[in-house]
């Protein structure tokens, strides 16, 4: 048996695959699928069982309907929790159907941006809740006292290579893991985010002015503002979503925040060049730093996903704006107009 195992592990050695070990189940079992952990759960309606029998028979009541009603509770809580997941079976019917239901009907679900400084005697503010105070010289700075920079790296299809290629490649990665001295700090991350035509959308206006200026042609125009509303549609669509890869490193704040500062740059120029020298698939990786903007849009895109689509481009300003009002394009424009109309036409 031991040989058969070794076999197909080496089996998949040679195709550059591992097996993933089968979660280990630590409880003690007492009779079948009931543990020792699980009595805990189920002696309080066994004593609730126990209490209405021996109320029934006190009280000269005693029948089969009695009986069924007393160990009602029992068979119930038994019931609900032998019942597991169809894909998880280490989960009960009770806990996922129940239990996080509850809590999550019960959870908090509309949290308050406060603008300005973080108060540390202000519980409901949204920054507490995520644990990000804002952004500090490209870094997002955290409650629990961090500085997290947050890089964007290309991506490597290894799918088509060959098994040569794949060897080379995750070697690469392997030497990049055992050389960086604060592997225990770094993150992967791969987040979906709403796909930005902005610059198309840009073009092709631009485009169908020079046309229109030059031909006239109602006909053209009405198809390319089609086209334009069309795109905008797409570019707004919540299916529709490009997946960025991201490294995350952080540093200690502590009391010297200049300190930190230097630190952490000093991990990114490591981390980027030890990317950078990274060869996979026969092709380099490139990386990117966030700057400020770009870890704001990040952080309301992983937030509020849905108004992060709809509000697009203008998230950075509705962040750093300090206004407790915060106005479109088209209705500020319309408010500009109002106002003027009004200061000129208006007779006191």
Partial sequence: MRDLALERKEMLREDLKVQLPVPIDTKRYLIGKIAFKDLLLYAPFILLSGILVYLFYLFGIMNKYTIIFSVLPTVAIVGLHMNKHPV?????????KLIWRYNYNKRVKQF????????????????????IKGTFAECYETVDKRFVRVFEV???????????????????????????????????????????????LEFMRKRQEDEQRIERND?????????????DDIQKSKDLVTRKRYVIISQKIGSDRDKALEEIDQKSKLLISRLEAMVLDGSTINVKQLDNEELTKLMYTCVDY???????????????????????????????NTLKKQLTERVN
Avoid: C, W
Wanted: proline residues 1%; aromatic residues 10%; hydrophobic residues 35%.
């Fill in 88 to 96: 998880r079976r280490e989960i009960s019917f009770l806990t996922y």
């Fill in 112 to 131: 308050y941006y406060r603008k300005g400084a973080l108060k540390m005697s202000d519980k409901n503010d949204v920054r507490r809740k995520i644990g």
């Fill in 219 to 231: 006909a053209k125009a009405l198809l390319s503002k089609g086209y334009l509303d069309f795109m």
């Fill in 154 to 200: 290309s991506s490597v299809n290894l799918s088509l290579a060959n098994k040569e290629e794949k060897r080379k490649s995750l070697e690469s990665f392997r030497v990049f893991m055992n050389t960086l001295s604060f592997l225990s700090t770094i993150q992967f991350s791969q987040i979906a985010q709403p796909i930005n035509l902005n610059r198309h």
């Fill in 306 to 336: 849905d108004n992060s689509v709809s509000v697009g481009e203008f998230i950075t300003e509705r962040a750093n704006n300090r206004s407790q009002v915060t106005l479109g394009v088209s209705t500020a424009e319309e408010m500009m």
